[in-house]
């Protein structure tokens, strides 16, 4: 039985609240549109779920992006090039839909081996890193990064040339006699893999220099496939990669509730998303609240926070942000231990988004949110979160560990 609950009131004066019907029909629309981005059956997010490892630290931190689905949502064309004022116009084009951090257009999590993550650092029309592996930006349509320091996966997929990043890998001409030196090439399950010694290793002498040097002097090594580009900290790393990839190690995508999360991202048409099994419960929020404000001033604040609805526990949750028809917006995705759980949850998100208060700020959240869209299918809450501020301030709701999803 699928369950839905919306703010407003499906009847107005007695007669049919023809925004209600819209929304539903919209909604239709973004799932139909969301079959589009599967693969092979499936949502293209879990895809992104075979390449990465499932540890204790992935299931804690994983970040997404669909840059193919931000294109199609925003009419963006994809580059031309990996480099030059084409680029360049790519990106701002870009810096509308996705996040805005400090003045600098980055979405979440992006990934360096994308080409994404290095636009923050690099001046693009000067010396960018593809020239050197053959791969960019325009090759890439979807990035996942997942873990925490100092053992953080990074996987790109899109359409890649092995042979091509071997041979200018093997021919760097502009590349640092330090790091020729260090260059070492070997093959795992069929996979070549590049690498320039300890991937965790800074040495601002190299810093941004060719072939793959990070901001800090780092290069991590590599895996490039047709599909398929692989980064870690270490050659370990890529080869755990590589096996939960071909199915040889449990990968994120053999876990039911990273599954279901990313299901229901593709479902919801999410073009940037996180996920994680780390929910915040009263006591969790408890335990930090003491470590960081001291115990007097986090018992004030918990009492305030316990006369708030509070959603029914969930064992995993996704945020993320999308577009459609009726504009933009934020995602939630969580998964529950029982499908009467994943119901409550339904009826009880809108009241705490009326009723609750952002932790952070002291806003309501109904300043932030202008509309709920929610529906529970089996053990599953989906919901849109309609409006441009939390279109803009999803990202922040989960790096300020803030309140809006706070379970008993």
């Known amino acids: 039985m699928v369950e839905r609950a919306f703010q407003h009131p499906p009847r107005k004066g007695g007669t049919i609240d023809w925004t209600l019907l819209k929304a539903v029909f919209v909604l239709a629309l973004a799932l139909m549109a969301s079959a589009c981005r599967q693969a092979g059956g499936e949502s293209a997010y879990i895809e992104l779920l075979k390449a990465v490892p499932d540890t204790k630290e992935t299931r804690a931190y994983v970040a997404l992006n669909d840059y193919e689905a931000v294109r199609q949502a925003y009419g963006v064309r994809p580059p031309r090039s990996n480099e030059g004022d084409d680029l360049l116009d790519y990106l701002l084009d870009l810096s509308g839909p996705l996040l805005e951090s400090g003045g600098r257009w980055r979405p979440i999590g992006a990934t360096w081996i994308s080409g994404y993550g290095q636009a923050q650092y690099l001046e693009v029309r000067a010396s960018p890193i593809s020239r050197y592996v053959g791969f960019g930006i325009r090759d890439v349509t979807m990035d996942v990064q997942a873990g925490a320091p100092p053992g953080v996966f990074e996987a790109a997929r899109g359409s890649f040339d092995p042979e091509e990043t071997d041979r200018l890998l093997r021919r760097c001409r502009d590349c640092p006699k330090e790091a020729l030196d260090r260059y070492e090439d070997r093959e795992y399950q069929g996979v070549a893999i590049h690498s320039w010694g300890d991937g965790l290793q800074a040495n601002l002498t190299l810093r941004l220099s060719p072939p793959v040097f990070d901001q800090l002097g780092r290069a991590k090594p590599l895996a490039v496939q047709k599909e398929w580009v692989f980064g870690t900290t270490s050659v370990t790393g890529l080869r755990a990669m590589i096996d939960a990839q071909q199915g040889r190690g449990r990968s994120l ?92 949850n339904v009826r009880l998100l809108p009241r705490r988004i009326r009723e609750a208060k952002s932790l952070y700020s002291g806003q309501a959240w109904s300043s932030l949110i202008e509309d709920v869209e929610a529906e529970a299918e089996g053990l599953v809450l989906l919901a849109k979160l309609r409006g441009d501020r939390i279109h803009r301030a999803w990202a922040e709701v989960i790096a300020r560990r803030d309140s809006l999803l706070l379970h008993e």
């Open 253 to 344: 995508a053999d876990r039911e509730e990273f599954r279901l999360l990313a299901q229901g991202l593709s479902r919801l048409g999410a073009h940037t998303a996180f996920m994680s099994d780390q929910t915040t419960g009263l006591e969790d929020l408890a335990s930090w609240l003491g470590t960081a404000l001291g115990t007097e001033v986090a018992k004030e604040q918990l009492a305030l926070l316990s006369k708030e609805p509070l959603l029914r526990p969930y064992r995993a949750y996704a945020m993320g942000a999308g577009k459609d028809e009726d504009g933009r917006y934020a995602v939630v995705v969580l998964v529950h231990a029982t499908k009467g759980a994943a119901s409550e």
